[in-house]
Nanobody
């Protein structure tokens, strides 16, 4: 049974950095493309970044491009999201998801499972 566990969230000041982790259990990560998503209160879930199975291809939402970096370590079954120069509008619960095939920023392309998420709060 697939399970995803996100971690690394917390309270950070504007301009600061965080690194989120997503660990997959129940299968090998190298079968999947992975996406990071976020959802703020009262808003729809939005795609933040995604990475191909090979790790060569990555995509970013315009709002995070140049500030966030996605990476993967298949040996550790872990995907990372390095968040730099964070802004208050980055405040949200962050989730990861996996899918077969091409990576995507569209959350409806991911059938689950979804982890419990990790909360990121950017505030001074």
């Amino acid at each position: 049974q697939l399970q995803l566990v996100e971690s690394g969230g917390g309270l950070v000041q504007p301009g600061g950095s965080l690194r989120l982790s997503c660990v997959l259990s129940g299968s090998s990560l190298d079968y999947y493309a992975i996406g990071w998503f976020r959802q703020a209160p009262g808003k729809e879930r939005e795609g933040v970044s995604c990475i191909s199975r090979s790790g060569i291809d990555t995509n970013y939402a315009d709002s995070v491009k140049g500030r966030f970096t996605i990476s993967r370590d298949n040996a550790k079954n872990t995907v990372y999201l390095q968040m730099n120069r964070v802004k208050p509008e980055d405040t949200a619960a962050y989730y990861c998801a996996v899918r077969f095939g091409v990576q995507s920023l569209n959350s409806s392309w991911y059938g689950g499972p979804w982890g419990q998420g990790t909360q990121v709060t950017v505030s001074s």
